[in-house]
């Protein structure tokens, strides 16, 4: 008896420390996004205020919010090169701009986000399902 209570301490045990925690994730305000603008980068703190996107319809408002709220901090070397987009998460005049840098990957690749305010300089990676979705809307 003391045998198999102890097999089911040991299996019990191993079930537990075998979950893993929940990844983190970018994290936008809880406000309705007014419009979502996107430039070419310029480097790293810079904001390029050029835009050459600029959304506005739920749809693609609700894509790229999808995107960026289930991308995974994850280590990444894109600190080695330029990012390819600036983006700015508008919620309206009375809350700041989300500033992300964008390095988007190639179809089927991961992308990579990083808040341009960021003290602890984490990316965040996206899956390829998601990198398709970005390509699709920013082509």
Known sequence: MKINITLILI???LVFTGCKQPA???VLL???IEIINISNSHGFGEMNEDIIYSFRDIESISILK???TTATK????VDVEQPDFDMMIGYGDEFP???IHLWLGKEGETSTFRYMVDDEVSTYVTTPNSTNKL???LN
């Open 66 to 68: 999808d995107v960026i």
């Open 24 to 26: 983190d994730t970018m």
């Open 135 to 137: 390509r699709s809307i």
């Open 30 to 32: 809880d406000e309705k």
């Open 74 to 77: 994850q280590k990444s070397d």
């Open 97 to 99: 701009i989300h500033a």
């Open 11 to 13: 299996l019990c045990m």
